[in-house]
T-cell receptor
C-alpha cells in the first residue's frame, strides 16, 4: 500500500518568513496530492492540491510542487502570518478514490508574531 | 451548501452505553466516510460508503457499527466502547469515481464529534 512520510513534524518561523513542508510517497499510481490545514479543535480543510499532470500550483501565498520522478511534493507558504499556525497534513491518493487517501503524520506550524 | 454537518459535537458515554453519531451532507456526494482522529495525529480511515453501500471496513471492531440510510446521511452506532476509543470522529464526503469529470478528489470534512468514553 501507499506510505507517506512528512517532515518536519514541528516547524516554528517568524511572521513574514517562509515555511516549507515536505512529503514523500511510495506508490507510483498515486495521482492526487492534497494538503489539509487543521486548526486547533477544527476540521481538516483543503488548502491546496495538485494532480500528477502538473509540477507546480500556486494560490496567493501558498504553493505546492510535485516531483513525480522522485515521488515527493512540498508545501510552500510565503509571508507567513500568525493565523497560518495550525497542523498541516499532506496526503496521497488516486483521485477517483479519495477516501483511500494516505495521510502524512502532520506538521505543527507555529508562526511567531 | 458545501457543509458536512455532524451531531453531536461532544459526547460522553460509559462503557455500557449505546449512542450514535450522525452526519449529513447535501452536496450530492456519493461517497461518505468515517475517520477517527487522535490528538495531533492524522485522520485514520474507519469506513467508506460508496453509493450507500459499505465498500471499505478498515478492520474496525464490531463495537462500531456504521449505517447509511440514504445518500445524504451517515450514522455511526456505538456500543460497549472502551476508554481508548475516546477521540475525535470525523465524517467526510467526496464525489465518487462514478462522476469522473467532476471528481476533484477533495474530501469535505465535518467539524467532528468529540467522544469521551469513561
Amino acid at each position: 500500500g501507499e506510505n507517506v512520510e512528512q517532515h518536519p513534524s514541528t516547524l516554528s518561523v517568524q511572521e513574514g518568513d517562509s515555511a516549507v513542508i515536505k512529503c514523500t510517497y511510495s506508490d507510483s499510481a498515486s495521482n492526487y496530492f492534497p494538503w489539509y490545514k487543521q486548526e486547533l479543535g477544527k476540521r481538516p480543510q483543503l488548502i491546496i492540491d495538485i494532480r500528477s499532470n502538473v509540477g507546480e500550483k500556486k494560490d496567493q501565498r501558498i504553493a505546492v510542487t510535485l516531483n513525480k520522478t522522485a515521488k515527493h511534493f512540498s508545501l510552500h507558504i510565503t509571508e507567513t502570518q500568525p493565523e497560518d499556525s495550525a497542523v498541516y497534513f499532506c496526503a496521497a491518493s488516486i483521485r477517483t478514490n479519495a477516501g483511500k487517501s494516505t495521510f502524512g503524520d502532520g506538521t505543527t506550524l507555529t508562526v511567531k508574531p | 451548501d458545501t457543509e458536512v454537518t455532524q451531531t453531536p459535537k461532544h459526547l460522553v458515554m460509559g462503557m455500557t452505553n449505546k449512542k450514535s453519531l450522525k452526519c449529513e451532507q447535501h452536496m450530492g456526494h456519493r461517497a461518505m466516510y468515517w475517520y477517527k482522529q487522535k490528538a495531533k495525529k492524522p485522520p485514520e480511515l474507519m469506513f467508506v460508503y460508496s453509493y450507500e453501500k459499505l465498500s471499505i471496513n478498515e478492520s474496525v471492531p464490531s463495537r462500531f457499527s456504521p449505517e447509511c440510510p440514504n445518500s445524504s446521511l451517515l450514522n455511526l452506532h456505538l456500543h460497549a466502547l472502551q476508554p481508548e476509543d475516546s477521540a475525535l470522529y470525523l465524517c467526510a464526503s467526496s464525489q465518487d469515481r462514478g462522476e469522473l469529470a467532476r471528481n476533484t478528489g477533495e474530501l469535505f470534512f465535518g467539524e467532528g464529534s468529540r467522544l469521551t468514553v469513561l
